[in-house]
């Protein structure tokens, strides 16, 4: 099989076993995530192959929708790139990225690096920031009922991993323990400018949600 004819098969496949996720992680958002990838990599040095592959399997089985379970993602990319008889070398480099490209809290498991790493993670917390960060979080918080907002409960950024994981916090909060954080952990140079407006465009809308809150017109 060719590479194109792969990256193929992994979008049908992908699209299909995510027909019925929650909003922010679903086909729309992996088609989001793999344009941002497209994108760095024209201004980057990296293996176009795997970075395509990473970016369309990085959220295949999400451990927030699996019970926690964080090996089911990395294992069913793996069993799909087999199918495609996909070089050892590349697969593993893919379940790789998948395994260490999240971002719960901020902690890192491995020490695994790699340039198509940083390009698939700036890629993917690109979209968890802006406009569509913002949609994504709501939405992510309606899934769970969590409160919109409650001044009562403060945030906190410095959770362990184990916290973030179970967090039910009102979804303002989710602003405080992650997306204002992200402008500050891209990798690339690209990312970080676009991550620049992205992140006053957030400051922008709570600035609005504060004062809507307390009642000025
Ligand atoms: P990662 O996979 O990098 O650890 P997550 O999957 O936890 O990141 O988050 C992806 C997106 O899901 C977030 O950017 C946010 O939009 C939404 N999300 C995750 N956890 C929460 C939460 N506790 N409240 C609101 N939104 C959340
Ligand atoms: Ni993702």
């Not at 940083?118 to 994504?136: F, M």
């Amino acid at each position: 099989m060719t590479q194109p004819e792969i990256i193929s098969n992994t979008k049908i496949f992908v699209q299909e076993t995510l027909k019925d996720a929650e909003g922010g992680h679903d086909w729309f958002h992996i088609l989001r995530v793999y344009n941002n990838a497209r994108h760095i990599l024209s201004k980057e040095t990296a293996d176009t192959f795997i970075v395509e592959l990473a970016s369309l399997l990085h959220d295949i089985a999400d451990s927030k929708f699996h019970k926690g379970n964080e090996e089911i993602g990395p294992q069913k990319a793996k069993a799909f790139l087999e199918t495609q008889a996909v070089d050892p070398e590349v697969i593993n480099h893919v379940v790789s990225i998948i395994e260490n490209i999240s971002y719960k809290g901020g902690h890192k498991s491995s020490d695994f690096h790699s340039i198509e790493l940083d390009i698939v993670q700036d890629a993917d917390r690109l979209d968890a920031i802006g406009a569509i960060g913002i949609a994504r979080t709501f939405n992510f918080g309606g899934f769970k009922n969590n409160p919109l907002y409650d001044p009562e409960i403060p945030a906190n950024p410095n959770q362990s991993k184990k916290e973030y994981k179970k967090s039910r916090s009102p979804t303002i909060n989710h602003f405080y323990e992650k997306l204002l954080l992200l402008k500050d952990k891209m990798n690339t140079e690209t990312a970080k400018e676009i991550a620049t407006k992205r992140h006053e465009f957030m400051e922008t809308f709570l600035d609005q949600f504060y004062k809507e809150w307390e009642g000025e017109l």
